[in-house]
């Protein structure tokens, strides 16, 4: 790459812009996070790991080497909250935020980038979209923000119940997982206390769903009383999604019943309630009722599943997808039973999605089996643990086993790096790091392999 190209920033693809945008974001976190007045003992917290904070934050994860609620002063917090709402909305949607609010004019490279930032096909209705995301956006927090202020009122003073609220809001529709519990004395305990409060569970799975859904979906819901029919994409989102919190649920329910570190000891309610959390949960928001390490290694492996899967396109979330999910189950089932398309609710898919599936999966593989090997070399941990790790920050979920405080300062940078490829996608950063492609002028002639 050319140091005359890198410097010419307005000949930047859209990918490379997301790709700075997020990296300055972070850089900018971390120095903020690692002055005396973030900390609340008033001393200045170790770079690496204000800058751990920060890239965990800026996407959307939730995994911590320090404890949130007990180590960083109220500014600190808020700078923390601040970046979970920037890195979930995306740094683009914020300043077209702006750019409406002061009537300025969103240029065809902003909307490019835009395009590129919320993985639509055209630019066509982009502008409206992200005025219906920040508004959809907006409105959901704040109906969570009150009806957790409520809840925790009886619990704590009415002020403190209200920031909890608003805060924790934010944090778990944007699904980065970040709680400040930890300040009532036990440190990591994200909702434990709350395994068998329906209110708390309730609300904090609507948002970790309504955030995972994507603002497509949400759009296409709102107007399904008009239209009075989904796309073909809010069908399969709808569809995966409901099956993976379904079966996530029973497996989770059926391999800890017995546990008694886990569901073992709790009420019928409890064991309940805590299979669905813990089934929503991986779907990349990162929050927990029951003790993750305590769990069975099946059921931590079955979860590094549901998190490599993820949420939805154009959501707060991280994973391959449901849709790049759907995509390759609908191929294997298209190849068992003979046939060429894979088609879904009668439409056929394109050549060119199957192919993107597929190169998201391989790449998403490839990164955490890679990261994954050289955790196992550097850090003293059972591999069952590594590998969860790994694939909760790649799927920017933050749920872990752990080992996080306890992880090198080359398993910290591992792991700041595998949450930032997650959050922006393998292909993003192969579109904005490689070279520009250029159109080929002639094709090889069709050999044949033996395949299987």
């Given at each position: 790459m050319k140091i005359k190209s890198i410097l010419n920033v307005a000949k930047w693809s859209p990918p490379r812009i997301l790709v700075t945008g997020f990296a300055l974001i972070i850089l900018?976190?971390?120095?903020?996070?690692?002055?005396?007045?973030?900390?609340?003992?008033?001393?200045?917290?170790p770079f690496m790991d204000a800058l751990f904070t920060a890239t965990s934050a800026t996407c959307v994860t939730g995994l911590v080497v320090v404890d949130t609620g007990s180590h960083y002063s109220i500014p600190g917090q808020i700078i923390i909250i601040t970046l979970i709402q920037v890195g979930g909305l995306g740094f683009m949607t914020m300043s077209t935020l702006f750019a409406l609010v002061l009537r300025k004019r969103i240029s065809l490279k902003e909307r490019l980038i835009l395009q590129e930032a919320f993985n639509q096909t055209s630019m066509e209705g982009i502008v409206r979209l992200i005025r219906r995301v920040i508004l959809y956006s907006l409105s959901i927090e704040l109906a969570g923000a009150v009806l957790f202020s409520v809840r925790w009122a009886f619990d704590m003073p009415l002020g403190k119940a209200v920031y909890f609220g608003v805060w924790h809001a934010v944090s778990f529709f944007n699904n980065a997982g970040f709680d400040l519990f930890g300040q009532f004395g036990t440190p990591f305990v994200s909702l434990v206390g709350y395994v068998h409060d329906p209110i708390v569970n309730l609300v904090t799975m609507l948002l970790i769903i309504l955030g995972g859904l994507g603002f497509i979906v949400i759009a296409d819901l709102m107007d399904y009383r008009k239209n009075k029919r989904l796309s073909l994409h809010s069908k399969v989102v709808l569809s995966a999604t409901g099956i993976l919190i379904g079966v996530g649920a029973f497996v989770i329910f059926v391999f800890e019943f017995t546990n008694d570190a886990t569901l073992g000891s709790l009420s019928w309610g409890g064991k309940i309630w805590a299979s669905f959390f813990q089934s929503v949960s991986p779907r990349t928001a990162g929050a927990n009722t029951i003790d993750i390490s305590s769990m069975r290694q099946a059921t931590q492996f079955f979860i590094v599943i549901l998190m490599f899967i993820g949420a939805s396109p154009g959501s707060t979330g991280g994973g391959i997808k449901t849709t790049t999910f759907t995509t390759?189950?609908?191929?294997?089932?298209?190849?068992?039973?003979?046939?060429e398309d894979i088609v879904m609710f009668r439409y056929r898919l394109g050549r060119e999605r199957i192919f993107k599936a597929l190169t998201i999966t391989m790449l998403s593989l490839a990164l955490v089996i890679f990261v994954t090997m050289v955790l196992s070399t550097t850090e003293d941990k059972a591999f069952i643990r590594i590998l969860f790790e790994t694939t909760s920050a790649f799927g920017t979920v933050g749920l872990t086993t752990g080992i996080t405080p306890d992880l090198s300062l080359v398993g910290k940078i591992l792991i700041s790096l595998t949450m930032f490829a997650g959050r922006l996608g393998p292909l993003t950063l192969a579109y904005a790091l490689g070279p520009r492609t250029e159109k080929e002028l002639y094709r090889y002639p069709e050999g044949k392999m033996t395949i299987g």
């Open positions: 900018l976190g971390g120095l903020l996070l690692s002055m005396p007045f973030a900390s609340s003992a008033g001393v200045s917290t390759l189950v609908g191929a294997v089932i298209a190849m068992i039973r003979g046939r």
